[in-house]
Every structure is written in structure tokens, then in C-alpha cells.
């Protein structure tokens, strides 16, 4: 424990919580049961919803993880209430296997596959503002950031933060419509936020480490 | 490991319970079984019970993991009794995802309601009392704290400690009247202890860390 | 990453792997399924060998823990052998949470006590002989070993290690005779273990830290 | 958290996963169910299939462990393309206990057998990919290694790796013919990275840290 650096115990301690949340996704895939006469192969392809739900969590779970890590080099303090907003951030996100488990369990399920996207959708949703709330709390004249931080940076951020709950946002409703429009959001945010950020900010960004 | 302050792999290998354990705690509830002709919504929305006692246990372990923290900027030396003692603490946290299990399943089950609150108040109990036990032993005659560390900032600390097995014993009973009264309770602390602490505490308490 | 203490990163995932196991011999004690009539008390007071079988472990893997922290004061260098035999040693501890649920489970079933319990004891003597095997290799001719650690320490050390199996070894045919003299023995040992070393050894071990 | 060496935290966040990961194993080995009636040690002694997943899957991951820590000895710098590379590498391996759970409940299961044992095979190749595009992205050019390391030792490095999908995808067709064949090969990779590597490399590599 370091009292000149207080980030460093909270941000130890979501990762062993991003750690944890993420690697449980798989206990929500249980071992399919086949008759002596029926075929493991297919029981297995039939698994499909787990695999792309498995996956789709697990990745945005992950960059999750990148981006919290990202966030907390701008931010050097925490006082009290940024605890507690974290707090609520990484219950939010302990909470995604529950929705995972369900989409994977209803996604083939006619009448409701709407359900359950919606339930998934909506869980991204409140992460997403959770997110904001933390984001915007700690950047609020630059109440816990580091000086070094440019107020054009701040903007940059608050920006992209904000894509978060509108675009997981758009998803509820549009599950009305279809499954996959919702499921295509969710793929192509994960790519978007998987691609690196353009090289301005990357440069203003980047704390080159000298090579050891 | 540093040997110039033992406390550090103490306070790693707790943290690294608490995350783990307020993690666990999504698996305790299960995906529902909903018929092809049943309504999912339902299903989900009868979960209400599961979402309270996750969101109750998720938030008091989590608090928990802060004031452990926040004990360890004062309790500055391990010894084996204070290794022990908080083995003791972490087990009686790690316990806690059953006792939420329980009250899930049980707390709209009318004739099973109050032995399930009466269970969950008595694990709280327990938890305060390892607490307390952690804190007299490393407190008394200042036998493991930093010298910087005041008489009247220790008096606030055990006062304030103290409050948690008589609050949470105080639920046992009030439980055979009501439920309700026992979760409001529960609500409550939380509530106190997510409020920041007073300002006098916080001003002797403070390690404002300088700008990176 | 410290390439000057090799010891740092195997002693971190040693504590990762040692903390998920003590935390999720929880997820082993299921949700008793109580009819409308029953009592869940009752169903709660009979789920006593979970209670049981839970501490037990807790707090050996508890005391694992911290000898094996113990143990790596002295061991200061790593090399290949040193981790296998280490993750050897992991892989068994990871496994208690099988047995601990096989005892749970049938420590009241008069017919299938016996082997429960001696599964449970063979357990706990592969993880006392895979313990064994780590120190002497890493203690012969002080291959491992700082220049500090004197001869009569080490010794000290192989013989407390040495009682591990043997007592535990021990266990496994009494559980013919009876359950009860083997949880006589863990539970003993657990105490023996948790009591504080004596003080001629602590004096030499004691890095006491400096107050901060 | 450090600027200087940004792949501390990916390293630490691995390491979490690998640790949790290599935990759940167990998990996914239930407890037997025996009536009044049967033998328990039956029961255990039809388990083996469980033990034998187990213990293989366990040394796959513990030995990934001990190959990551050794390759982020020569990778010192990351880049976002690094950390999205590594995500996909801990999902495959986070994948593991479904594949291990799948591989114990059909190794004795004459129809479906076969088709466990590819699926097994088939992500352990899945895993050694992705391995692969980490390792050479991270050495193409040299790009985020460190300038200690030489040529020949990332020649030496890169063929080490191309071994793993080349033999682990030989198994998936080989599983036709035996499941024992893969097996065989399952092991015997085990334990020939178990081995410690060549003279010349280690000499090379060792980093010994003086004596504390």
C-alpha cells in the first residue's frame, strides 16, 4: 500500500474483480447431456448462443479492463465518492455473467430471445452509466486528475464516454425489431473500441517506457 | 514481499478474498426456467429477491474491503495473532455468499422468511464481532499501530466499530416482526458507512497524495 | 516484473491461486430445498458437516497460506524445478474443494463415512508430502536458500514439515475406527499450527518493520 | 501502477486470470451421488476421468503461466494491438474448464468419446494460435522486445512456439484412431516443458538474482 499513490489499491483491486467476473463467464456454459445414441457434435454446435455470448462478454468485459486502466492514468486521486461510484461500477459489471447465462440460455428460444437481449442490452446500459458517472464525477474541474491532463483530452474522453450508453442504449429497443441488428452493435462497438484511438491523441497520450 | 512492511502480503491476499468473494456472488443466481408458452419478464422480475440480497451483499462486502484499508493505514506490524484473527475475518466474509443464496430463495417463502433473515442478520453479527476481534488485538496499548496513529483517533475507530455487531445484531430479533425492517436496516449502514466520515476525522486522517 | 527476485511473481500467483481456492469452498455448500411445510432451520442445522468440512479447509488452506509465506522468507531464488514443484503443490491444494464437498456430503452417511473421510485425509497427505518435496529441494545444500538461513534453522524447518504427513498420513487408516478421531486430529493440528511459533525461532525470524 | 513498465499491469491482470482459471478447474468435478447401498469408492475410482482432465488441463495452465512470465521477460514495451492480442489469448485459456468438464464427462463414453477428445484438441491448438500471433507481433522487427535480446535467442523462442499447434493440432485427427494416442501426446508435451530447457538458452537467459 503506497499512501502516495491511493489509485493504486482501488485500481489492484478491480482488476482482480475484472479478473474474476471475466473468467467465471465460463462456468455459464454447462456440459450438454446426449443420449448413448444421440451425437455429441451436434449437442455441442447447439451451443452456439453460449459461445457468442461467451465471447461477446468476455471481450467487452476486456476492454473494460484496457479502458479503466487507460482512465485511471489521467486520474491520480480518489477521495471518497470516487470509491463508492467505482464500487457501484464494478457491481454492475460483476453482475454481466447473470444476463450472459440468460441470453445464451433463450437466444434460440422464439419467444424470448426478446427478453433476453433486451435484459443483456440493458445491463450494458447501466454499466455504461456507471461508467459516466464515475468519468464525469472525477473529471469534474479537474477535481482528481493529474495536471498534466489537457482540458482538450478531458473533452475527448467525456465524448467517447458518452457513446457508451446511447449506443448500448439504442440496442433495447431495437431488439424488438431483431436479435442480431442488437447483437451486430455490440459486435461492432467491440471492434470500434478494439481498434487503436487516432494517433493524435495516442501521441499526446503515450508514456513511452525507455527500454529496460 | 517487503520485509520492512509485512502488512503488505496481508493486504493482498485480502483484497484478493474480498474481490473474489463479491465476485462469486453473481453465481448464486440461476438462470430461471421459463416454458415455451411462460413469460421471461416474469421470471426475471420474480428474481426481485436475488437482486436485492446480491446488490446488499455486493455493497456491505464491498464496504467492507474499504475500511479494511482503512484500518491497515493505522495497523502498521503483523504478528501471528493479527495474521489469525484476520484468516478468521476473511472466513466469515467468504461464508457470506451462501447466507445471500439462502435469503434469495427464501425471502418470498412465507413460512421460511424469517430463519432466512434471522441467518443473514447472524452472519452480519459474526463478520462485526471478527471485526472488532481484529481490531482490539492490533489496537490495544497501540500494540500494532503507527505511532502517528493518536489515542482519540483509535477511541473514534473502535466507537465506530463497535456500532456494527450491535446494529447487526438488532436485526436477528427485529426479524421475527418483519423482513422489511431488518433489510431497511441493512440499507441504512450501508448508506452511513458509503457516507463520507467527518470532516475533523478526515482532515487528520488525510494522505493528499501529490501530482504524479 | 522483478527480475531482481525471482520469487516475487511465483509468490503472487501463489497467493492468487491460494485465495480463489479458500474462497470458493463456499460455492460447495448448496441451497437446501425446504418444502412449504418444512423447517428451515431444521435444514439449515443439518447442513453441519458443510459448516464443518467449510472451516476445516478455510483455515488449512489459511495456514498453508501463510507458511507458505513463511517458507519463502527463506527461499529467495527460483528456478525451474522450484516452479513445477510449486505448481505441483498448487494443483493439489486447488483439488481440496472436491473432497471437502465428497465430506460434506457423506459424513452423516453411516455407510460411506469411512471412505469419505479417508479420501479427504489422502488429500491433505499428497498436499503435506507435495510441501516436502518443495522445501527439500529447495533447502538441499541451501540450493535456494538465503545466505542467512542457518543450518539449525533449516533443520528446524524440515523437521516441522515433516510432521505434516506423517499426522495426516496418520488420519487415514484411524478413519476405519472412527470419523471422529481423524476431525480430532485436523482440527488439532489446525490449532498446533495456528498457535505462534516458539520464541527462539521467532527471535531469529522477526523482521520487525520499521514504523513508518 | 508504473509508466515505466507498462506490462506490469497486463502481466498482473494475466496472471489473475491464469489463477483463477487454473482454480475452477475443480469446479467442474462434481460430487457423486451413491445410494445407501453402493460403495463410494466406486464411485471416486469412476471419477478418473475427471482426475486425468484435471491434472492435464491444470499443467497445461500452470505451465502457460510459467511460459507467459517467461516471454514478457523479453517483451518490455506494449501497444494496443499487444494488450487486444493478450485478451484473446486469456479467453481461449479461459475457455479451458468447458472443454476439460466435456473431456470428463465422455472419455469413458464409447460413442462420444472421439468427439471430446478433438474438441479438447482443438482448443489447446486454438490456444497455441493465438499464442503464436502474440509472440510474433510482439518480435516482428523487434517491435516491443527488449534490445538485450538476440537474435538467435527470438529464432529460438519462435520455433519453440510453431511446435505447440503443429502438435496439439496433430492430436485432433490422431483422436480418431485413439483417444490414448492424444492423450500420450497431451502428457508428453506436458512434461517436456515441464523439463527445464537447454543449457546454452538458460545461460543466456538467467537473470540470478543476488542474494537478499
Known sequence: MDDHNDTNRLEAFSDGVFAIAITLLILEIGVPHVSADGSLWRAMRELWPSYLSYTISFVVIGIMWMNHHNMFRDIVRTDHYLLVLNL?????????????????????????????????????????????????????????????????????????????????????????????????????????????????????????????
Open 88 to 212: 457501484l461500477l464494478l457491481m454492475c459489471i460483476s453482475f454481466l455473467p447473470f444476463p450472459t447465462a440468460v441470453l445464451s440460455e433463450y437466444m434460440r428460444a422464439g419467444g424470448h430471445r426478446t427478453a433476453a437481449v433486451m435484459f443483456y442490452g440493458a445491463t450494458f446500459t447501466v454499466i455504461a452509466i456507471a461508467w459516466n458517472a464515475l468519468w464525469l464525477y472525477a473529471s469534474h474541474g479537474h477535481r482528481l486528475l493529474s495536471h498534466d491532463v489537457s482540458v482538450a483530452r478531458v473533452r475527448i474522453r467525456t465524448r467517447r464516454n458518452l457513446l457508451g450508453p446511447i449506443m448500448y442504449g439504442i440496442t433495447i429497443p431495437l431488439a424488438l425489431i431483431s436479435l442480431w441488428i442488437s447483437i451486430v452493435i455490440y459486435a461492432g462497438l467491440a471492434v470500434l473500441y478494439l481498434l487503436p484511438q487516432d494517433e493524435a491523441w495516442r501521441t499526446e497520450h503515450s508514456h513511452e517506457p525507455a527500454d529496460r
